[in-house]
């Protein structure tokens, strides 16, 4: 515990600050520490700060590529002592990330010893591990000691640390970058390094080129874990150019065959950032949850590669529709983001497009070639300086030698006698007596010409933006070179594949176990399912004032339609609704029902047939059975009525005649091409009615006669010649007559 800070006594050391205006002020400190130094990595090297420190301080460790590896836990200890004062295990699980060949596509930091896996699990303790750099982090850091980055005090003062790292490989791009601040985030998928390149090449040549031209070169991201994407080429398009989008990725898999017919689906590569354990398990519980009715087994057989086992429940299953369904509930597809978010110029936040962020790092890879190029020839000038005293003290060597002997102050005298600079008189008095021997007049002459021709290139370079562009062109194609598509790491590693079309039926069915129920509605509309095809009812029990209103036959795997008085039909799942403990559920559970509707028909919806769908007032039309499937719980509106007209019958088209009975106990018959056939209307006028309704209409073949069944369920029928009386034309009054329903309802519905 701090000691308490007691008020100052002075009163006029006290200030009055408003709260909103210090929680602002505070709040946007925080909110901007987060953002630049923690969250977002910079446009030019594509590092964030931790990153940065840690491959500095690898740096001046000397860990380059082929030296000896360091203890992790030394690197950690140096990297937090001087340049990173925040926890431990932070810097280490970066530097981690960094070395894990399945999280960075090209790793900066070379491990040895546990790193982790792509099953999740941990590395060990920094105690046991070791470290080096990579040829990577090499690139990043190449010309850091020629002034080629800006430099600035580390957090206590002691030392320096460089602001952006010279960043000689697309790492921003290459590697990605994941990130979350203070009301923004990024997210930047891996890519190929030598796509990157080839892109970057064209954007010296061109550089007023959009992002669009650029996906000649750069097709997508290259995960490190592989995968194959499914977007298309316009959504991929779409995200690179606005910095926004999101990448559909699935697992690769191949089907292997087996002895006997029997066959198994081998799954190889995972998309990015899934742990394989994971994964598994979830299939798993999928699998335990019954969720996976194509799937028999999962078993894990990968050793240093990826070798995910899925066994099918049977031999008759389609491979295709099992990964479909796998890709639908399990990580085995995911979506991977990109949020091109960056700080530009190492200060501003901002979403960059494809050609953007590559003219970040080659705009970056000018400004550390002109400071390199400074530097050298800084150095140039000031090594001709010495090397022409050198020469003056060569010529004039023993008269040299006699000042130095006699005078107090040599160096005033040898400045005068010979006009030397400070420089020059300095660099003669410092030279040790046995390079006297070695000054040759000749070595000094072949070196001072060398190092004047490297000073005019330097200068031409300076003097010509066309030479600079030309000299960053070069070092992109040596990356290029060294991460081409023939090297084993810079091999394309993720594929492009359109996602493959299935029968949406189809593939809802693969999520649920095909099993006979019956359905069974109550009269209040209460809906629930029995196992198998139960045809004594006589046992139900149902809630007071309720009874049994109809059952019919389907399979777990079924949709149902209902057709109500609002004129709607809605989409219902048997697999979605309840058990048949208790009394079920109702049914406006399942679907957003008016309060005022009621249902006129309930069936298990079977393709392809049509409907003749009637209103109270007597007008209809035919309708495809597929035109009335909806896929919201708001259904789907099919026959218009408004208030107090109504949705009153339904009926499925079997023959070529319609028979149309109204509440006023009077029929009409007449030919099925009278009614036309729409997808959503009023429809036309079936019957014509005086102070009555439409009842219910059937269809029926004329050959075989109007068949109906009467209160008691029994069968009754008319031949064709029996209804002479009633046959007439679509918006007749029709007739009464014996022998017709006393009901008025043909019962009969949808068949």
């Given at each position: 515990?701090g ?13 009055d600050?408003?709260l ?5 002020e ?14 977002l990595?910079?446009a030019r090297d ?15 460790l ?5 030296t000896?590896?360091?203890?992790s836990?030394?690197i ?6 001087s340049?990173h004062?925040?926890?431990?295990q932070?810097?280490?699980?970066a530097?981690?990330r960094l070395a ?5 596509r ?14 999740g699990?941990?590395?060990?303790a920094?105690?046991y591990?070791?470290?080096?750099m990579t040829?990577?982090?090499?690139l ?6 020629e002034d080629?980055?800006e ?9 320096k ?5 010279p ?7 290459a ?20 796509e ?12 007023e080129?959009?992002?669009?031209a650029?996906l ?7 995960f ?8 298309s ?13 999101s ?11 087996g ?5 198994v ?8 950032l899934?742990?394989?354990a ?6 798993a ?10 799937v ?9 590669d ?7 429940k ?9 990964m479909?369904?796998?890709?639908r509930?399990?990580?085995l597809?995911?979506r ?7 700080l530009?110029k ?8 494809l ?10 890879l000018?400004?550390?070639?002109l400071r390199r ?16 005293g050198?020469?003056i003290?060569?010529?004039n ?5 006699k000042i ?7 160096k ?21 007596l ?16 060398n ?22 062109g070069?070092?992109?194609r040596?990356?290029?070179?060294m ?14 594949a ?11 069915e693969?999520?649920?176990e ?5 359905v069974?509605v ?12 139960v ?5 139900l029990?149902?809630?007071?004032d309720d ?15 209902l ?5 709607k ?8 609704l ?5 009394h079920g559920e109702p049914i406006?559970?399942?679907i957003?029902m008016?309060?005022?509707a ?15 769908v ?7 039309f ?10 919201t ?16 019958a339904i009926?499925?088209v079997?023959g ?16 099925i ?7 959503r209307g009023r ?8 102070g ?15 068949t ?7 069968e009754?029928?008319?031949s ?17 007559a ?13 068949e």
């Amino acid at each position: 515990m701090g000691k308490r800070q007691l008020p100052p006594e002075d009163p006029a050391e006290i200030h009055d600050v408003g709260l909103r205006d210090a929680l602002e002020e505070r709040y946007l400190a925080y909110a901007l520490s987060t953002i630049m130094h923690r969250a977002l990595p910079d446009a030019r090297d594509g590092l964030k700060p931790v990153h940065r420190r840690i491959l500095y301080g690898m740096r001046l460790l000397r860990l380059d590529p082929g030296t000896a590896f360091k203890k992790s836990a030394k690197i950690v200890g140096d990297v937090m002592g001087s340049f990173h004062p925040h926890g431990d295990q932070a810097i280490y699980d970066a530097m981690v990330r960094l070395a894990q060949d399945f999280s960075s596509r090209y790793p900066l930091v070379d491990g040895q010893g546990n790193f982790g896996n792509i099953d999740g699990d941990n590395a060990a303790a920094y105690r046991y591990t070791e470290a080096r750099m990579t040829d990577v982090a090499r690139l990043l850091l190449d010309g850091i000691d020629e002034d080629g980055v800006e430099f600035r005090p580390n957090y206590d003062g002691q030392s320096k640390e460089p602001v952006v790292l010279p960043g000689g490989f697309p790492n921003l791009l290459a590697n990605g970058s994941q990130g979350i601040a203070v009301g923004m985030a990024t997210s930047i998928p891996p890519h190929n390094a030598a796509e990157l390149c080839d892109a970057a090449l064209h954007l010296i040549d061109k550089p007023e080129a959009k992002s669009k031209a650029l996906l000649k070169w750069v097709k997508g991201p290259d995960f490190p874990t592989g995968g194959i994407i499914v977007d298309s080429k316009e959504a991929i398009a779409e995200a690179y150019m606005t910095g926004r989008g999101s990448f559909r990725t699935r697992a690769k898999w191949s089907q292997e065959e087996g002895a006997r017919g029997t066959w198994v689906v081998v799954i190889t590569e995972i998309p990015f950032l899934v742990q394989k354990a994971r994964l598994v398990a979830q299939i798993a519980d999928l699998l335990n949850d019954k969720k996976l009715p194509l799937v028999g087994d999962v078993r894990d057989e990968s050793a240093e590669d990826i070798r995910l086992v899925i066994e099918p429940k049977s031999r008759a299953v389609d491979p295709e529709l099992l990964m479909e369904s796998l890709f639908r509930l399990t990580e085995l597809e995911s979506r991977i983001p990109l949020n091109l978010n960056v700080l530009v110029k190492g200060r501003i936040p901002k979403v960059l497009g494809l050609a953007e962020c590559l003219r970040e790092w080659l705009d970056h890879l000018r400004d550390v070639l002109l400071r390199r190029s400074n530097y050298r020839k800084t150095q140039i000038e000031n090594r001709l300086e010495v090397l022409g005293g050198y020469l003056i003290a060569y010529l004039n060597i023993d008269k040299v030698i006699k000042i130095i002997r006699t005078e107090d102050e040599p160096k005033p005298a040898l400045i005068k006698a010979f006009k030397l600079t400070e420089v020059q008189a300095d660099a003669i008095l410092n030279m040790r007596l046995r390079s006297l021997r070695k000054l040759e007049e000749f070595e000094i002459r072949t070196e001072e010409k060398n190092l004047r021709g490297e000073l005019k290139g330097i200068k031409a370079l300076l003097g010509s933006e066309t030479e600079q562009w030309a000299k960053v062109g070069e070092q992109v194609r040596k990356v290029r070179d060294m991460f081409g598509p023939k090297t084993p790491l810079g091999k394309r590693r993720t594929q492009f594949a359109d996602a493959p079309e299935h029968d949406l039926a189809a593939i809802e069915e693969a999520f649920v176990e095909r099993e006979p129920c019956t359905v069974v509605v109550s009269d209040k509309g209460w809906v629930r399912t029995l196992k198998g095809h139960v045809a004594d009812l006589s046992g139900l029990t149902f809630k007071t004032d309720d009874k049994l209103d109809q059952a019919f036959f389907a399979e777990t795997t079924s949709k149902l339609l209902l057709f109500a008085t609002n004129g709607k039909f809605y989409s219902l799942d048997v697999a979605k609704l309840p058990g048949g403990r208790g009394h079920g559920e109702p049914i406006r559970m399942f679907i957003d029902m008016d309060q005022d509707a009621a249902i006129v028909a309930l069936f298990v919806n079977k393709g392809g047939r049509k409907f003749l769908v009637a209103s109270h007032e007597g007008q209809g039309f035919v309708v495809n059975e597929d035109d009335c499937v909806g896929n919201t719980r708001k259904g789907k509106q099919v026959l218009n009525v408004e208030m107090p007209n109504e949705a009153r019958a339904i009926a499925t088209v079997t023959g070529d005649t319609v028979a149309v009975i109204g509440t006023n106990h009077k029929m009409i018959i007449f030919p099925i091409d009278q009614v036309p056939e729409m997808a959503r209307g009023r429809g036309v006028r079936l019957q014509k009615y005086t102070g009555a309704a439409l009842s219910d209409v059937a269809t029926f073949d004329s050959k075989a006669g109007l068949t109906w069944k009467d209160s008691s369920g029994r069968e009754q029928s008319m031949s064709w010649k029996e209804l002479s009386d009633w046959r007439g034309n679509r918006a007749d009054a029709g007739r009464l007559a014996g022998g017709l329903p006393k009901s008025n309802k043909f019962r009969r519905g949808v068949e």
